[in-house]
């Protein structure tokens, strides 16, 4: 058997990606599929998962995910070297009805095989959290954004992308099929290993009838997972009313509130966008005393990438029955730096911490940075997670800001 194809039949490279493709396939779809089961049974914020079920369904998802990467990569192989290969003709060319949509499937396998890893791993690169692709080259895609909207498109079309994968993949096995138990030709043996070339295929001609059918075909179902809200992002879990302004003697204008957890080892980051700050300062000229701050956080406002519906369920922010986090700080100035100290009160639980914290102060304009680490278990977020093998206990707290005295 030689490496490169001939006429009559398919050469070692071809075979070998062909049945890499198919192994790879029938690895994919199964772990996609129970593990989207698993991991819409992990997000279900009226459910306590455990950790062992949020551990299996992340590992089932970080390795769909690393197979479907594997097979983009492989796909592109196999395409590059299809380029510089002939192809044997079809053994039953003359029946044009049959060669044509055998030729329409060969095209969609081939392009599923591209689209739908590559919206699967623009899905995943647009969001943050919950599995990782098990490689040392990251997670995020050049051009992609962190962006639910871009993440919800990618997301449905990776769906419906592989409803068409699979049913081209059912007409290329069912054709193989009847070539070998109806036909009984050489259709089958020629992509084996240990078979000779075969007969010389007849004359066949070709066109662009079959490339510009499977378009239609993607475009087709592209159009009806629009329609029916596919493409469409899900509407957020229900936000908490807006906070009200507040009376300051300082007026935030620019600042975030950001958190990072650790899932499975890996960071997840999220803020809140919406908070308040009633601030009182006045910088001393020696450390002591120099003000307090009154915060005041909507829970319902955040975001943490995939995982926020569940964050926000029952057995973690709760934001349901606890709406909104104080802190009430006292400002001191220290030997290095500045820190808020005092009560934070979050699902119904007061905890006394401290914000440390640097100051630029320029006439009546400030910006600080500061950060803190929680424990998630002062607070009962997450008690079903007794260890840290699925959830970090830590939970890094930013704040930054840039702020104006008021006259």
């Given at each position: 058997?030689?490496?490169?194809n001939t006429t009559r039949s398919y050469g070692a490279v071809t075979k070998t990606f062909h049945w890499l493709t198919a192994l790879l396939i029938f690895t994919v779809l199964?772990?996609?599929?129970?593990a989207a089961d698993l991991a819409e049974q992990v997000r279900d914020p009226a459910a306590s998962a455990?950790?062992?079920?949020?551990?299996?369904a992340a590992l089932l998802f970080s390795l769909h995910k690393t197979v479907g990467v594997t097979i983009f990569f492989v796909a592109l192989l196999r395409i590059l070297w299809a380029l510089t290969q002939r192809k044997p003709g079809l053994l039953n060319a003359e029946n044009r009805l049959e060669a044509t949509a055998a030729e329409i499937a060969h095209w969609l396998l081939y392009g599923s095989l591209?689209?739908?890893?590559?919206?699967?791993?623009?899905?995943?690169?647009?969001?943050?959290g919950f599995a990782p692709i098990l490689w040392p080259f990251g997670q995020s895609l050049p051009f992609v954004p962190k962006s639910t909207t871009v993440s919800a498109i990618a997301g449905g079309a990776h769906v419906i992308l592989m409803w068409v994968l699979v049913g081209a993949l059912a007409a290329?096995?069912?054709?193989?099929?009847?070539?070998?138990?109806?036909?009984?030709?050489?259709?089958?043996?020629?992509?084996?290993p240990g078979f000779g070339e075969g007969p010389q295929p007849p004359a066949g001609k070709h066109g662009v009838l079959p490339a510009l059918v499977a378009v239609a075909i993607w475009i087709a179902a592209l159009g009806g997972g629009a329609a029916t809200g596919m493409l469409t992002p899900p509407e957020g879990a229900p936000q908490a009313a807006r906070l009200a302004e507040v009376a300051s003697d300082w007026t935030v204008e620019t600042g975030s509130l950001a958190i990072t957890v650790q899932q499975m080892g890996k960071p997840v980051a999220g803020s809140f966008s919406d908070w308040t700050?009633?601030?009182?300062?006045?910088?001393?000229?020696?450390?002591?005393?120099?003000?307090?701050?009154?915060?005041?956080?909507?829970?319902?406002?955040?975001?943490?990438?995939?995982?926020?519906?569940?964050?926000?369920?029952?057995?973690f922010f709760d934001a349901g029955q606890f709406p909104t986090a104080t802190?009430?700080?006292?400002?001191?100035?220290?030997?290095?730096?500045?820190?808020?100290?005092?009560?934070?009160?979050?699902?119904?639980?007061?905890?006394?911490?401290?914000?440390?914290?640097?100051?630029?102060?320029?006439?009546?304009?400030a910006t600080m940075e500061g950060s803190t680490t929680l424990d998630r278990m002062?607070?009962?977020?997450?008690?079903?997670?007794?260890?840290?093998?699925s959830l970090g206990f830590s939970v890094k707290v930013e704040v930054n800001l840039t702020a104006t005295r008021g006259h």
């Open positions: 058997m030689t490496l490169a199964p772990l996609g599929w129970f455990s950790d062992a079920e949020i551990a299996r591209v689209l739908v890893p590559l919206t699967g791993w623009i899905d995943h690169a647009a969001t943050t290329h096995i069912g054709g193989a099929l009847k070539h070998f138990v109806i036909d009984r030709d050489f259709t089958l043996q020629r992509m084996l700050a009633a601030i009182t300062f006045d910088d001393p000229s020696a450390p002591g005393p120099a003000g307090k701050v009154d915060v005041q956080v909507a829970i319902g406002s955040l975001t943490l990438g995939s995982v926020t519906t569940q964050a926000l369920g029952a057995d802190f009430a700080g006292q400002i001191e100035k220290t030997t290095d730096g500045y820190v808020a100290k005092g009560p934070l009160t979050l699902r119904g639980a007061t905890v006394d911490i401290e914000l440390p914290f640097t100051l630029a102060l320029d006439g009546d304009t002062a607070f009962g977020i997450g008690t079903s997670m007794a260890n840290e093998s």
